[in-house]
């Protein structure tokens, strides 16, 4: 097998995170995608769980859901049966009984979501998906976000005044006739 050499530190792209997804979605471990992409696998996992995003559980997520007897707990008059079988009454706000319930498998596997597992559309649990379009979209934002945080942080004045004294400079570098820097201040000559 050919040997992949990693890359020093890149982005990973929306190439990489349609590839992670489909490779996820397929059972691919963590390390074997690294492997393909040439990226670190610690930098693939932590693109999938920073990433990733939570379905609302698909149907009664109680634990006490076998054994529960209790009716009417959400007060719509579905008396008529019992509570783990309404949609609006297993639900923690409704029932002083509800415990949450969780997949036991995605606690235990590695990468922690739910792409490729063959429960995935029948499981009544909180589902974590890592989604390869969604990924790029919230990852374009954070960056977009870093660098508004990076600006904002100055005053306008003060970023104003960062400019000014950048030109400044620029101009004192290149001595165009007709400016000039006297005290601070452009004036004309």
Known sequence: MKEIKKQAYQRIDVNDRAYIQQALNN?????????????????????????????PPSGNDCLNKKSCKERNACKKMCNQKLCKFCDDCYKDDQCQNYIKGFCETLIDRSPHVCNGCKSRYTCPYEKYVYKGGVANKKATQKQKDKIRQFYCKFPLSTLMQRIVALEMKIYAGTKKPGISCFAGRFTNQ
């Open 27 to 55: 059972k691919m471990p963590v390390n074997k995608i690294a492997e393909q992409l040439g990226k670190n696998p610690s930098s693939i996992k932590r693109e999938i769980e920073r990433n990733r995003e939570i379905e």
